[in-house]
């Protein structure tokens, strides 16, 4: 069964750092690119970021460009997003999730995982 | 980049009733197209890819039609579980959402 646990959300002051993590079972990990998609409270989801299969591409949406850093570690299972500089408007919730093979769309998606920005 | 616009942005519908979501894009995306569900507090569920293919599980009431930058989302006969909120998101390239759709009891 396919499973993604995002980890590290939290409440963190304008201008702090965040990582979060995610970790993958039940696919072969490595075969797959991944993203980072968030969802303010009462709003829509919002695309952030992709990775490739081995990380050597990755692509942002603009709100993050230069902000957040997308990874992964294909031998741990487990694909991160750094955020540095966090805004109020990064309050989400941030979902991890997997694409699918063959020129296909998200398939599988995590539970999420809360990051509240306030002083 | 690419934006998307979903409309409308809230439809009130009874059970039985017929469905129509549309969802534009910016610019030609050919048929790199999904729809998604989201009930509250849940991560979304993929319903269609491809623009028009059904994904595995997902009944034969939802269907998607379009390709280019115009593309509808129909469910043929609403059901009690299919009240939610419904999301195109287009995958070439970058991967912008629409704002989403919720379908509510009228």
């Known amino acids: 069964e396919v499973q993604l646990v995002e980890s590290g959300g939290g409440l963190i002051q304008p201008g702090g750092s965040l990582r979060l993590s995610c970790e993958a079972s039940?696919?072969?990990?490595?075969?797959?690119?991944m993203h980072w998609v968030r969802q303010a409270p009462g709003k829509g989801l919002v695309w952030v970021s992709y990775i490739n299969r081995d990380g050597s591409n990755t692509n942002y949406a603009d709100s993050v460009k230069g902000r957040f850093t997308i990874s992964r570690d294909n031998a741990k299972n487990t694909l991160y997003l750094q955020m540095n500089s966090l805004r109020v408007e990064d309050t989400a919730v941030y979902y991890c999730?997997?694409?699918?093979?063959?020129?296909?769309?998200?398939?599988?998606w995590g539970q999420g995982t809360l990051v509240a920005v306030s002083s | 980049d690419i934006q998307m616009t979903q409309s409308p942005s809230t439809l009130s519908a009874s059970v039985g009733d017929r469905v129509t979501i549309t969802c534009r894009a910016s610019q030609s995306i050919g048929e790199y197209l999904a729809w998604y569900q989201q009930k509250p507090g849940k991560g979304p569920k993929l319903l269609i890819y491809?623009?028009?293919s059904l994904e595995s599980g997902v009944p034969s009431r939802f269907s998607g039609s379009g390709f280019g930058t115009e593309f509808t989302l129909t469910i043929s006969s609403l059901q009690a579980d299919d009240f939610a909120t419904y999301y195109c998101q287009q995958y070439d390239g970058s991967r912008p959402f629409g704002q989403g759709t919720k379908v509510e009891i009228k």
């Open positions: 491809h623009a028009s």
């Open positions: 039940g696919f072969t990990f490595s075969n797959y690119w």
């Open positions: 999730a997997r694409d699918g093979i063959a020129d296909r769309p998200i398939d599988y």
